[in-house]
């Protein structure tokens, strides 16, 4: 089949009579292809309504998911390719005369695969996409998921000291808690910024001085930095008294 | 229909006028001039949708150099419903970003029991969750008037695999909505159409001549039979 792209417009105001090119959608080849250009949704993002935006961006998610599901399907059969073939766009371009429009097909002189869209969008949007990069979970999310699952079940979580010793001020929370087996356990971020970590070790402080009688247990992932590094060796030297358990070791042991 | 005051009108690129402003700040795209059968189908269309609880855009009218032209309203980012557009719903979680799935089949009945207007355009207006609502005036062939077609759900669309699976998310409600629809189809619609089409001496004959099939016995039988038939193959 041969190749062909049509052009994806958002028709931002009806006063203005203005459209904006906002993705391109190429079909033929290894396709189809859908590409969205991000620069031009911020651009977007600032003219419309919020929760216009909100609902267009969520229809062009869709749309996309839809095109690369649909490449990945018809990868065994790709003589058969109906939705999203020449006649098929042109009806489309000629029935939408909304708020979004596909411009109508025309036909690229070449074999449409990953590496030709690339360029072919470059050469439309002059953007590049851009590779996103992993991003680690942070540590006190998981930690936060990881004790109020249900493995600790007969535990007090996140409970002010103030409400377990009547006399105390302390507003301040333990992670878990629990009162028959006198223990307490907390996780500390030793990676965290200069301000965050105090706090947190100050909090250790007081939480060991008003509880003298119960096995206190540092959960903290192992630390990366430097400073997290030093930080670990000093807050255990200090401590003789608690315990320190790596994360993954503590998700081992329950 | 209320009769618009313009605060601007503007040119499109081929400088014809296109949008009316209204001092409220709303606008109204120019459609076409106004003929007198199109102002009663116009009445028609907007008295069927209200009875049955459809929203519906607002259509108005005004007169630019002697000629009266309809306008209808049309608010930023909105989409024409269409089956291209099944992604919307392609998961549970995607279809309850829908606020009424619920009126477009209502539409869709209405397209069925009163097939009198040769097509309507369903809308997506878009926000937190998109909503479906009706044009805001009946999209008819040029210089006619309406026309009393029977039409069957194949024809309808309703019967494609996209629509079948927007409405199978709902679908068992869909008995309760048609029962709804069923218990609202009756005498007082007839008298009011009745009497909205008699306002119009000229053209009532053959307007309702048109219309009074809708209410046919047999007709109501065939179309109840064949959404019956629709939900329960859903």
């Known amino acids: ?177 629990n009162h028959q087996e006198r223990k307490i356990i907390k996780g500390i971020d030793f990676d965290l910024g200069k301000t965050s970590l105090n706090r947190k070790l100050y909090e250790t402080d007081l939480i060991v001085s008003a509880f003298p009688n119960y096995d206190i247990t540092i959960v903290h992932p192992s630390p990366k930095k430097n400073t997290g590094k030093t930080a670990f060796e000093e807050t255990k030297k200090k401590y003789n008294k608690i315990d320190f358990i790596g994360f993954t070791q503590f998700k081992n042991l329950n | ?79 024409q419903v269409d089956d291209w557009m099944h992604c919307l719903w392609s998961s549970k979680r995607k279809f309850n970003r829908l606020l009424n799935p619920s009126s477009l089949f209502k539409m869709f009945l209405i397209n069925l029991f009163f097939p009198v207007f040769s097509t309507t355009q369903k809308l997506l207006l878009p926000g937190k969750k998109d909503r479906f609502v009706v044009d805001a005036y009946p999209h008819l062939p040029k210089e006619e008037g309406i026309r009393f077609e029977a039409v069957d759900l194949n024809k309808l669309g309703i019967t494609q695999s996209e629509y079948k699976k927007l409405f199978r998310y709902i679908r068992k409600d869909l008995r309760q909505y048609l029962e709804e629809f069923d218990a609202l189809h009756h005498e007082n619609l007839y008298s009011d159409l009745k009497y909205q089409v008699s306002l119009y001496p000229s053209i009532r004959n053959q307007y309702w001549n048109e219309l009074k099939q809708c209410f046919d016995p047999e007709f109501k039988t065939f179309a109840y039979a064949e959404i019956e038939n629709y939900l329960l193959k859903l």
């Open chain 1, 1 to 177: 089949m041969e190749s062909f792209y049509s052009i994806v417009y958002y028709k931002t105001n009806a006063l203005t009579d203005e459209l904006l090119s906002i993705g391109l959608l190429a079909g033929g080849g290894q396709g189809p292809y859908l590409f969205i250009s991000n620069s031009r949704l911020d651009l977007l993002k600032k003219t419309l309504h919020p929760n216009t935006f909100l609902s267009v961006n969520r229809h062009l998610k869709a749309l996309k998911e839809k095109v690369d599901v649909h490449r990945n399907e018809s990868a065994g059969i790709l003589l058969f390719d109906p939705v999203f073939s020449v006649d098929q766009l042109d009806a489309l371009s000629q029935r939408t005369k909304s708020a979004i429009v596909y411009s109508k097909p025309t036909t690229i002189n070449e074999w449409l695969d990953q590496v030709f869209f690339e360029k072919l969008t470059q050469a439309f949007f002059g953007e590049h996409k851009k590779k996103s990069v992993a991003k680690r979970p942070v540590f006190h999310l998981k930690w936060k998921a990881f004790y109020y699952s249900n493995k600790f079940q007969e535990w007090s979580k996140d409970i002010a000291i103030s409400s377990v010793i009547p006399d105390s001020v302390l507003n301040l929370t333990m992670d878990l808690f």
């Open chain 2, 1 to 79: 229909m209320r009769e618009l005051k313009p605060l601007t009108i503007s040119n499109s690129i081929q400088s014809a006028p296109s949008v009316l402003l209204t001092p409220e700040m709303e606008k109204f795209v120019f459609i076409q001039p106004l003929y007198p059968d199109f102002l009663l189908a116009q009445s028609l269309f907007t008295i069927i949708h209200k009875h049955f609880k459809v929203e519906q855009l607002e259509a108005g009218v005004f007169k630019l150099k002697e000629v009266k032209y309809i306008c209808a309203e049309e608010p930023e980012g909105i989409i």
